[in-house]
């Protein structure tokens, strides 16, 4: 039976649960956005939902399984609310496909990564057919298309943008490149266009996002480069602050690095992932470079920008690793001493090439070894917050502090979180302040210096 016809004004509830990469985050902005204007309204409490927007992610075993236990938790609403629509997207959708609709007889639609853009025709088809689709558009590149953003920032001070999807490196444990596709770039007059409209309307920092945002621009007709992007950006906007994630390290240049060094626009922090410290796993992962050729870039990052802030991705028990091996990596932790960490233990996961080599490493001890890193990390990352103290740092105000009642919080250029008192108004601000107590995951400190010069042209 098909859905009763849709009458504009009254709103349906979409409720959207992501999984996952910011690259996720940001594809579920883009649902809320393309399905707005169909009269869907995003809501928080999921028994207030007429749709149900699953964005899932299955880069490792474990974030596969709560999307699993998550479909599952569904069903009984689905009894008790016929005509609730539920959607899976994302990277399980990509690589189950049909299977998940067979799986689960309540999933009404599965979606793939490239189909983010049709959601709001396929959602129509899906109401006027009454029965069960997929859509797995093997075309569509599943980037944001020209004609401006497909986000929208709510009064948000921050907010992500993709500048490219995909991934060719084929790293030996990763699924990424089988279900998002090969690399393709945005071109930069739509990021451009895109960033200028968030900052029209308060967006003060923008995250740029993409698997390996150093080879941006490859096979683009207009030519650019990652590096001429920044400097557009920088140039050509007038956003207060500049990240980016992911970065490859065989694929970071010199003047990429360079770029730390010109003026505050760029955020102090590189997020590096080197999975592992010795030179047989990194060739085994396809990596494409050795600890040692990691370690000079590094150094020369830090002659560059004394002050940058690090962190990595480690994956520990990669099929093969010996205790030696485990010691490299150890090694590689304390020589960087990176400001965090995300680590993870290996879990094979299907069409990689890891998963068919035969020496796993029993979980227990791949466990043992996640648990002597994340103690060794969780100490560094601590000292390194408390060597914070006392020093003025100059914060972008986010908004109110979930943790602390009537507290504001926000972000130094180095990534730390910072909570302290200030008023509601001076959201999108950027304040001094002074560093009076560290924690392992945040820092609290004090305003003392009123709002900067507030444009982000430093060029
Ligand atoms: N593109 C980024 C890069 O090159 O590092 C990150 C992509 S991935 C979504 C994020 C992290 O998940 C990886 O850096 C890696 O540490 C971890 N990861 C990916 N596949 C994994 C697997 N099979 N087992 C455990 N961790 C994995
Ligand atoms: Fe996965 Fe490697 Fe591509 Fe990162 S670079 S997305 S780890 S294949």
């Excluded at 770039?185 to 029209?200: F, M, Q, T, V, W």
């Excluded at 091996?325 to 996961?349: A, G, I, P, Q």
């Excluded at 969780?378 to 914060?395: C, I, P, Y």
């Amino acid at each position: 039976m098909s859905e009763p016809p849709f009458h504009p004004g009254s709103p349906r509830g979409l409720y959207v649960r992501t999984f996952g990469c910011q690259m996720n985050e940001y594809d579920s902005l883009r649902v809320q956005r393309l399905l707005g204007p169909l009269g869907y309204v995003p809501v928080s409490d999921i028994g207030e939902a007429d749709v149900i927007f699953l964005n899932t992610c299955s880069v490792r075993e474990k974030a596969e399984h709560k999307v699993h236990s998550f479909l599952g938790s569904l069903r009984r609403l689905k009894k008790i609310k016929p005509h609730l629509k539920i959607i899976a997207g994302g990277c399980v959708a990509q690589q189950l496909g049909e299977k998940l609709l067979d799986r689960f007889d309540h999933l009404d639609m599965v979606i793939g990564t490239r189909g983010v853009g049709s959601v709001g025709l396929m959602l129509q088809r899906l109401q006027e057919s009454g029965g069960r689709l997929v859509c797995m558009p093997g075309e569509e590149n599943g980037l944001p298309g020209p004609g401006g953003p497909e986000i929208f920032p709510r009064g948000g001070v921050t907010a992500p943008v993709t500048i490219m999807q995909g991934c060719n490196n084929y790293c030996a444990y990763c699924i990424v490149p089988y279900v998002r596709g090969p690399e393709r770039s945005r071109p930069a007059s739509e990021i451009l266009e895109e960033i200028r409209r968030l900052e029209d309307s308060g967006v003060r920092e923008v995250l740029l996002l993409g698997q390996n945002v150093n080879s941006y621009g490859r096979g683009l007709d207009e030519k650019s480069t990652f590096v001429d992007l920044l400097r557009r950006i920088r140039t050509e906007t007038g956003i207060a602050r500049i990240r980016f994630t992911t970065s490859h390290p065989k694929d970071l240049t010199d003047e990429l690095m360079q770029c730390f060094a010109e003026g505050d626009t760029l955020c102090k922090h590189l997020h590096l992932p080197v999975q592992a410290g010795s030179d047989r796993i990194l060739k085994r992962m396809n990596r494409g470079y050795t600890a040692a050729g990691y370690m000079e870039k590094i150094r020369r990052l830090r002659l560059i920008c004394p002050q940058i802030a690090l962190t990595s991705d480690i994956i520990v028990g990669f099929p093969g690793e010996t205790e030696e091996d485990f010691t490299k990596t150890m090694d590689l932790l304390e020589e960087v001493r990176f400001d965090n960490l995300f680590s993870f233990r290996y879990s094979d996961r299907p069409n990689t090439s890891a998963a068919s080599f035969p020496d796993k490493v029993p979980p227990e001890e791949a466990a043992r070894r996640l648990l002597e890193l994340q103690t060794y990390q969780a100490d560094v990352t601590l000292r390194k917050n408390l060597a914070e103290v006392g020093s003025v740092r100059d914060v972008l105000v986010e908004g109110p502090s979930r943790a602390s009642n009537g507290q504001m919080t926000g972000r130094t250029t180095h990534n730390r979180i910072i909570n302290f008192e200030a008023p509601l108004s001076s959201c999108g601000q950027i304040l001094g302040v002074k560093i009076s107590f560290a924690y392992s995951h945040s820092l609290k400190g004090d305003v003392i210096v009123r709002p900067k010069a507030q444009s982000g042209r430093d060029l």
